[in-house]
């Protein structure tokens, strides 16, 4: 059973003033020079599954200039049942009101909280910008993870959610005040405990899980020459909330001195270190700082496929594949590898600029349906032999 | 726009909820009533102004010469007492017609962003209001289901640890997180009186 993509409809959104593209087919294709407006497009079905621009882009930046509002509505089939999602975010200009505001709807059905929007039509995004999941800092990793894990697990983005803005709490207390109250702070660690711990456990326990499938397609990709493991680096080790709080206490005097949060989910760590493990600390450095260009692009997209595979066996559905620019990208052999996997999956998004770099796949795939779409000045044309 | 219809749009538009277009809107709408109907508006504003007060005891909203009603002796089911965080939340628990216990108006939750802690709150009273009601049994913590609301509850449960006799709960959340008591509806309001979860 897979995700199907079945209708794309944009207003205001980038690029488009308005967009209908019809998405019934295995794989379909966008081919667009530079600026064309083929990242967009997944970009919009990427908002539509998790509320966030894959590009890190903010909402504002994706409404089209001088519009007031975008809207991104998609038809998909799940489980054998078609649904209608609908998110658009801006002044909506049939009220009064001027303020900026996000509306969802699933089946026409107003839906007021994110975390009963988010994982529902389920996206794995492809793109060359992956390599910073593995070459920048934490803050990447853990993005990739916390997405990942909102779309898959109900509840997790919620406590993501109530964790930042105690956070956030937190720190306004100790700029407002420089010693304060003990049991207003135990009372807002008590909060952060609750999220803290949650995040905690899933976290730890699904990278568990995540990390053999990420290293079988390491290995694939590479021919067996790379091998990494995965370790979750936390700052606050705890078995449970109680545990969870009393190591916050602890900290508690060097918080105070820095007047920051200085342990917890929000600065753990997520490691990729060289298989197998040399004994001492410094023979353990991060793929970060060894791997070369090419190990660091096997790397990040072996995460992506194993996205892929963990989605499918969560949800047991296979989620729909976004794939930008990545084709291009690749040398001959990791190409063969990646276009051999394409062969057993769902559904696959693919942009690229010229025809010849799909042609070998096109030739190969003779078997399923594919739609190719050329865009050009904004207009999105049929081009199916 | 002339000048005494700016003043009145702008003052309206003051109001919660209000913005300038429904202010505007109001505006007109007086301007075709007679000067008696807009007179007994304004009467009525003035006197609810200047005729009503908070009770010195629970917090509740109460007329100026008389009794507060929530705490009129007899009249409450005094082995229960409510700690909400606005005197409005009050009309919204009565509305459900699940509780007939006390009440005990914070005036506000906690909250380091806009600077309130303990001290602007009224917590200080509380350990007095438990001595005052010998037959208490149980506090329930109604504060709104936000990380405001939840901190205040955990501060409560701190503060009150010496009342070892005492149950302490919080109202479920069927509420979602981050909304307000004061709007939700009676039939949930009733639902998380009735699954409310016991505090250790
Ligand atoms: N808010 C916006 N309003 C109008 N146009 C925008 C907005 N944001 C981006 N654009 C423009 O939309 C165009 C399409 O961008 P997009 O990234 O989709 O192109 P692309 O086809 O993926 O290009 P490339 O091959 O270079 O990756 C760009 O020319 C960009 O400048
Ligand atoms: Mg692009
Ligand atoms: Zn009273």
């Known amino acids: 059973m897979h995700q199907q993509l079945l209708k794309l409809e944009l207003t205001g959104f980038r690029t488009y003033e308005t967009l209908s593209v019809p998405l019934e087919a295995e794989v379909v294709f966008f081919i667009g020079q530079n600026g064309a407006g083929k990242t967009s497009i997944l970009e919009a079905i990427g908002v539509a599954s998790?509320?966030?621009?894959?590009?890190?882009?903010?909402?504002?930046?994706?409404?089209?200039?001088?519009?007031?509002?975008y809207s991104i509505t998609v038809d998909y089939s799940s489980a054998g049942k078609n649904s209608r999602q609908h998110v658009a975010f801006g002044r909506d200009p049939s009220l009064t009101q001027q303020?900026?505001?996000?509306?969802?709807?699933?089946?026409?059905?107003?839906?007021?909280?994110?975390?009963?929007?988010?994982?529902?039509l389920q996206t794995v995004f492809f793109s060359p910008d992956d390599i910073a999941i593995v070459d920048s800092g934490p803050a990447e990793r853990r993005r990739f993870f916390d997405i990942l894990l909102s779309s898959l697990f109900p509840g997790y983005y919620e406590n993501l959610q109530n964790y930042q803005r105690t956070l956030k709490l937190r720190s306004a207390l100790f700029k407002s005040n420089s010693k304060p109250d003990n049991v207003y702070l135990s009372s807002l660690d008590k909060e952060l405990a609750k999220a803290g711990n949650v995040i905690l456990g899933r976290r730890i326990s699904f990278i568990k899980k995540f990390e053999p499938a990420f290293q079988k397609?390491?290995?694939?990709?590479?021919?067996?020459r790379d091998q990494w493991r995965i370790v979750y680096r936390p700052t606050i080790l705890a078995q449970d909330e109680r545990n969870y709080f009393q190591e916050l206490e602890k900290n508690r005097s060097k918080d105070l001195r820095l007047r920051q949060t200085t342990c917890g989910i929000h600065r753990d760590q997520i490691?990729?270190?060289?298989?197998?493990?040399?004994?001492?600390?410094?023979?353990?450095?991060?793929?970060?700082?060894?791997?070369?260009?090419g190990q660091k692009r096997t790397a990040a997209l072996a995460l992506k496929m194993a996205q892929y595979e963990l989605t499918r066996e969560v949800r047991g559905e296979r989620p729909v594949l976004l794939i930008d620019d990545v084709l291009n990208e690749l040398d001959s052999t990791r190409r063969k590898h990646f276009i051999h996997f394409l062969h057993e999956i769902g559904q696959a998004l693919i942009t690229t600029t010229d025809?010849?770099?799909?042609?070998?796949?096109?030739?190969?795939?003779?078997?399923?349906?594919?739609?190719?779409?050329?865009?050009e000045d904004n207009h999105i044309t049929l081009t199916n032999p | 726009m002339i000048p005494e219809l700016e003043r009145v749009v702008e003052q309206i538009a003051a109001l919660p909820g209000i913005g300038r277009k429904s202010a505007t809107r109001i505006a007109f709408h007086f301007l075709k009533q007679n000067q008696e109907k807009v007179e007994d508006f304004l009467t009525s504003v003035t006197q609810f102004h200047s005729k009503v007060e908070y009770c010195d005891e629970c917090g509740a909203l109460k007329s100026r010469h008389l009794h507060c009603s929530m705490c009129t002796p007899g009249q409450r089911n005094e082995t229960l007492l409510c700690v909400v965080e606005q005197p409005s939340d009050i009309f919204a628990i009565e509305a459900s017609g699940e509780y007939n216990g006390l009440y005990h108006v914070l005036m506000g939750a906690l909250s380091p962003l806009d600077g309130i802690g303990p001290d602007d709150l009224r917590l200080a009273s509380l350990p007095a209001r438990v001595h005052k009601h010998p037959a208490l049994q149980e506090i329930i913590i109604a504060t709104n289901p936000s990380i405001e609301g939840n901190t205040t509850a955990n501060y409560i449960l701190s503060m009150m640890a010496e009342f070892k006799n005492l149950k302490f709960s919080r109202i479920a959340s069927g509420?979602?997180?981050?909304?307000?008591?004061e709007y939700a509806d009676a039939r949930i309001i009733s639902q998380s009186l009735r699954a409310r979860t016991v505090l250790e």
């Open chain 2, 175 to 181: 509420l979602a997180l981050g909304s307000q008591i």
């Open chain 1, 217 to 224: 397609y390491v290995a694939l990709i590479s021919g067996s």
């Open chain 1, 99 to 120: 303020k900026d505001a996000r509306r969802m709807s699933l089946n026409g059905e107003k839906i007021n909280r994110s975390s009963e929007f988010i994982g529902r």
């Open chain 1, 355 to 375: 025809v010849d770099s799909i042609a070998a796949y096109l030739a190969e795939r003779k078997d399923i349906r594919t739609l190719i779409y050329k865009i």
């Open chain 1, 50 to 69: 998790v509320l966030r621009s894959f590009r890190g882009g903010n909402d504002r930046d994706m409404i089209r200039f001088g519009n007031p509002f």
């Open chain 1, 271 to 293: 490691a990729f270190l060289p298989e197998p493990a040399g004994s001492f600390e410094e023979q353990n450095p991060d793929l970060s700082r060894i791997a070369s260009q």
